[in-house]
């Protein structure tokens, strides 16, 4: 896709199903911090932020304070979304298993964020496969280390279904920024180039 912010916002419609739901998210993340409301504005879905810690990450146990009951007067916390990497630092796997289980057990979605997860895996010498086995929804962006422009999204079926019914309600309007357009098949094409070539160079651009 050619637009982060439709992505992520893309993304956050799939997961979270009704105007006034709610995502956990640090305050340093990009679709938060970054992206001009973008979630809030495209999506009506209201951002919880939390500080992220020295390491990047979030405290499991703010996390789990974040969560509202289940009382008409809150929104409803739907998806907790995660970046990996996050301003330079890099989050562990037992992290990220630890903090997606947390989700898990409340029975909300989990995003990656996974702009650089490939310099993620690089710096932890994992697969990006086992980093990212436990989320439901993520995105890689390719001018990280790859030399290239846009976005992929990928998740599990039955999100990236929901997905597919939010750009429909939307006209079609982002699903034509992607994959069907002239811009999006020429992203594509570098993206391809880029993730085949360049990936011996991730450890310069860990950021």
Same mark, same amino acid.
């Given at each position: 896709? +050619?637009?982060?912010?439709?992505?992520?916002?893309?993304?956050?419609?799939?997961?979270?199903? *009704?105007?006034?739901?709610?995502? !956990?998210?640090?305050?340093?993340?990009?679709?938060?911090?970054?992206?001009?409301?973008?979630?809030?504005?495209? @999506?009506? $879905?209201?951002?919880?932020?939390? &500080? &992220?810690?020295?390491?990047?990450?979030?405290?499991?146990?703010? !996390?789990?304070?974040?969560?509202?009951?289940?009382?008409?007067?809150?929104?409803? +916390?739907?998806?907790?979304?995660?970046? &990996? +990497? !996050?301003?330079?630092?890099?989050?562990? #796997?037992?992290?990220?298993?630890?903090?997606?289980?947390?989700?898990?057990?409340?029975?909300?979605?989990?995003?990656?964020?996974? *702009?650089? $997860?490939?310099?993620?895996?690089?710096?932890?010498?994992?697969?990006?496969?086992?980093?990212?086995?436990?989320?439901? +929804?993520?995105?890689?962006?390719? !001018? @990280?280390?790859?030399?290239? *422009?846009?976005?992929?999204?990928?998740?599990? #079926?039955?999100?990236?279904?929901?997905?597919?019914?939010?750009?429909?309600?939307?006209?079609?309007?982002?699903? /034509?920024?992607?994959?069907?357009?002239?811009?999006?098949? *020429?992203?594509?094409?570098?993206?391809?180039? @880029?993730?085949?070539?360049?990936?011996?160079?991730?450890?310069? &651009? /860990?950021?």
């Amino acid at each position: 896709m +050619t637009s982060g912010t439709l992505i992520e916002s893309g993304r956050a419609d799939g997961a979270l199903r *009704a105007c006034g739901d709610e995502y !956990i998210v640090g305050q340093q993340a990009y679709a938060y911090r970054w992206e001009a409301g973008g979630a809030a504005v495209l @999506g009506s $879905i209201q951002p919880q932020p939390l &500080n &992220n810690q020295a390491d990047g990450s979030l405290l499991l146990t703010e !996390i789990e304070d974040s969560i509202k009951p289940d009382d008409s007067h809150y929104a409803r +916390t739907r998806l907790l979304a995660l970046e &990996n +990497t !996050i301003g330079g630092k890099v989050l562990s #796997q037992e992290y990220m298993e630890a903090a997606t289980a947390l989700a898990r057990r409340h029975g909300f979605a989990k995003h990656l964020d996974g *702009a650089r $997860i490939f310099n993620a895996a690089t710096a932890l010498d994992t697969p990006v496969a086992t980093l990212t086995r436990s989320f439901d +929804t993520g995105v890689r962006v390719f !001018i @990280g280390g790859l030399g290239s *422009a846009g976005r992929l999204s990928a998740g599990r #079926q039955c999100a990236v279904d929901r997905e597919g019914a939010t750009h429909a309600q939307d006209g079609g309007r982002r699903f /034509a920024a992607g994959r069907h357009s002239r811009r999006g098949r *020429a992203l594509r094409a570098g993206a391809q180039r @880029g993730a085949s070539c360049r990936r011996p160079r991730q450890r310069s &651009n /860990a950021g």
